[in-house]
């Protein structure tokens, strides 16, 4: 089904709105992704799968190969999600690999120096993720990220002074080095799936999700309708940091030894699962079904190249063009979008935006 992005004329210049905001789901459509690019993002998975498969031997499609794409791609899903966050509310976030460095750093210290029990630590690490993105709130997300990425990953370098937490909890190994169902899938891709469902139920279920939406394709159209801006960027925030945690956690339970470098390599994976998932960067659009799929291309191509033998130093090379590609690509969508958008009529059942 189509997801077409939040529309001006949808949120109007007055105290009303589509009935979307009361609760209309034909609107916003099924917020898992376009048909279009959903298939197209399942075409290219069969496309690398075929051609790695075919050079590199069945080695790629090993269970064991197939694992560690699992693993890396249920993180970088999470990424994705975390980016979306901000960036279907016209916003970004580039300390999401700060944030990263702080929890991994705080997971260690206190699994392993502090003494402290699994279910305390983690639920630590998810408000110290939540809180350290609060932080960032209420000014220029791109500069005011920017920094912060510096700020938390070098705070967590000194505050560890470089030191490396072997984390030892069998519950925390079973989730990231654990089966499922068989040899060849990882718990991490149930925690994946969990948050694509929950974060589906916020965009198409929850007021709170459409008024994102909102705040995303027009901010003051928005503000005028009454959607409180200042909260929703809020929530946003939060919500990617607490994302930016749960990331961190699925990070730490393969690795096990973990330090504050983790995260350092976070930020383009996360753009890459985002934008490439057909999140649209001008805001007001998201979709959690390309999320996933864009995040096991992304890393499938990785493993593949790796399985050819290419050098280390040349896989920056994909990567990059991948995001661009991405960005290419989504400037086009918005091209082809707009003057279907611009001929489509409003729709007349409109409601109050509750406050």
């Known amino acids: 089904m189509a997801s077409p992005p939040v529309r001006e004329a ?8 589509p009935s979307v905001f009361a609760g209309s789901l034909g609107r916003l459509g099924d917020v898992l992704g376009s048909q279009t690019s959903t298939l197209g993002l399942v075409m290219l998975i069969a496309l690398t799968w075929t051609a790695f498969t075919t050079i590199g031997g069945s080695g790629f499609l090993g269970s064991f190969n197939l694992y560690s794409i699992g693993q890396l791609a249920a993180r970088d899903a999470v990424l994705g999600m975390a980016q979306a966050m901000l960036v279907a509310a016209a916003r970004m ?17 206190l699994l392993v120096s502090a ?12 408000v110290i993720g939540l809180l350290a993105a609060l932080l960032m709130a209420g000014l220029s997300s791109f500069v005011v990220t920017l920094a912060f990425l510096s700020v938390y990953a070098g705070g967590a370098l000194l505050a560890t002074n470089g030191r490396q937490f072997q984390i030892t909890s069998p519950a925390l190994g079973w989730l990231g080095n654990g089966t499922l169902v068989s040899g060849a899938i990882c718990p991490l891709v149930a925690v994946a799936v969990i948050c694509g469902a929950l974060c589906w139920l916020l965009y198409s279920r929850n007021s709170l999700g459409w008024k994102m939406l909102a705040v995303g394709a027009n901010e003051r159209a928005a503000r005028a309708s009454g959607v409180n801006v200042g909260r929703v960027v809020l929530a946003a925030y939060g919500l990617s940091g607490l994302l930016c945690a749960v990331a961190a956690i699925m990070n730490a339970s393969y690795e096990l030894n973990v330090n504050a470098g983790f995260g350092s390599d ?12 057909g999140v ?6 998201v979709s959690v079904g390309g999320i996933l799929l864009a995040a096991l291309f992304y890393d499938s191509l ?14 920056e090379l994909p990567q990059g063009l991948v995001l ?25 059942d409109t409601a109050v935006i509750p406050s």
């Not at 580039?94 to 997971?107: Q, Y």
């Not at 590609?325 to 007349?348: G, H, I, S």
């Open 266 to 277: 976070w930020l383009l994976p996360s753009f890459i699962a985002a934008v490439l998932g």
């Open 93 to 109: 976030n580039l300390a999401v690999g700060g944030i990263g460095a702080v929890c991994t750093s705080l997971l260690g210290y």
């Open 10 to 17: 949808d949120i109007g210049s007055g105290a009303r709105r």
């Open 302 to 315: 990785q493993s593949g190249l790796t399985i050819v033998n290419v050098p280390s130093y040349f896989i």
């Open 324 to 348: 661009l590609v991405a960005v290419l690509l989504d400037q086009a969508r918005r091209r082809r979008a707009r003057p279907r958008e611009l001929a489509r009529p409003a729709d007349p």
């Open 280 to 285: 649209a960067l001008t805001g007001g659009e």
């Open 115 to 126: 003494g402290a029990p699994l279910w305390l630590a983690l639920l630590l690490v998810c």
